[in-house]
């Protein structure tokens, strides 16, 4: 059962993936759809949704600007939720403290999908170079065929940040839940609250938006004392 | 030499889709910006002529993925005109030139920048509450503005060609921009605020307590804007929530 959660993941870990940059880009990369998706193809949709919300606003203001790579929240995301979904029922473990560990020991593997993002756009330039022989030989087909292959590179990057995560985690988790389970256990509604809380106070500390600080201010008091006094 | 027919620009607009599958640190979209149009120009030109024009549109270039269409849409109308050997104000490689940078920025500023983080927030929201069409939400809502720009901004670029410079201007685009980031940062506030007030309603804590989080917020995008990495900072207020309940710190005991 495992082995097929895995599959099922890598496949979503691929549609995904390439939204990302080279196909469509429609935002199923993003944490929030991503992670249902895969949490609802491994039968439990409502970890998908959990790992969604917590991982979505982390990375959010690393915008995909130009040459800039950001961390692969995708790929995080997707493990995120295959691990706590196919590790739980291997290990007999579930709740919020285990998604909490599984998303623990994604989350810095996510650095990895920078590193093979930023190989598939290197391997492209080897593509470009073929596209443009063909060019100045006349054969304008298959230039187009050579474009095409560049979306094989972003596919395998994909898979390769959606594996080493993966990975990770299956030889990681097992190990650290008996250690870790425990001291979550009293601090995983907190650390639920603090992510999203985190990414908010990265996209505020570095939006382009004059006085970002003061507007989120005004706004989280004014909502506060109408959620408190009504 | 003929119009391009609904069909090929149907044709050159579902390729825009594959825009950036060969991203490359060198030409960027270049090759992806060629495949696009790789159908119209295939009816415009032939042999040397089509190899030639091919050549130049596989170089250098880089805009926005959901304002590429504008441009495309513009290119065709223009190389239309060339292939007729109609006399036009500006190159064609001049105009990708001159076009694709600014509406990168306007691009990435609207929809990477604002859009995201503004339709993100809303579908938290109802991801909080446990609905699980958040994701769709999060999809319809984020989509309509792109999909907008993607459809009409090709229309508008193919009928109006070296005209649909006025584009930027007549819509206020930057404008619209910041309106967007500014709504974001506020309604980022409000998400916030939800959290933190379901939190403290779920661990009976008194709700005043719930105003502390402002300043945590404000060090924490403080940390943010001096550069301190996310994973850095999730790490550590991670390691800060299970220490303090190691130790026993339990809010509602504390207090």
Known sequence: MLVVDLILGALVALVCGLDRVAVLQIMISRPIVAAPLAGWLLG????GLQVGLMIELLWLARLPVGAAVPPDDT???????????????????????????????AIPFGKFGQFFDRFARTRNRRTMERAEAALEAGNLSAAELYHLSGIAKFSMAALGTYAVIVGGGVLLVPLLAPVLLSGLEHSAEWIRLALPVVGIAVVIGTINVNRSLTLFSASFGMAFLLMWLV | MMNLSPLIRLRVWLRLFLLQGSWNFERLQGLG????????????????????????????????????????????????????????AVNIQDFKEMVAAPYAAVGDAMFWGGLRPLTAGIA?????????????????????????????????????????????QQHRLPDWAIRIKETAVVLLGGVSAFLVFQQLQAEQIPKGLGFLAIPLVLILALCARRGISTLLLVLLTTAIIICLSLFGFEPTAWL
């Open chain 2, 33 to 88: 910006f060629f495949f696009a149009l790789y159908p119209a120009l295939q009816k415009l030109y032939r042999d040397e002529q089509l190899q030639q024009v091919c050549r130049e549109h596989a170089g250098y270039f880089n805009t926005h993925p959901f304002l590429a269409p504008s441009v495309a849409g513009a290119v065709l109308e223009m190389e239309q005109r060339r292939s007729r050997n109609e006399e036009q």
């Open chain 1, 75 to 105: 790929q995080v995301a997707i493990a995120g939720t295959v691990l706590s979904v196919a590790l739980g029922k291997l290990l007999g473990l579930e709740g919020i403290e285990f998604i909490l560990l599984c998303l623990l020991v």
């Open chain 2, 124 to 168: 938290i929201l109802f991801a909080v509450k446990g609905i699980i069409l958040a994701p769709l939400i999060f999809l319809l809502l984020f989509n309509l503005l792109p999909f907008w720009f993607r459809i009409f901004g090709f229309i508008y670029g193919y009928r109006n060609g070296i005209r649909s410079l006025e584009f930027l």
């Open chain 1, 44 to 47: 439990d949709i409502e970890v």
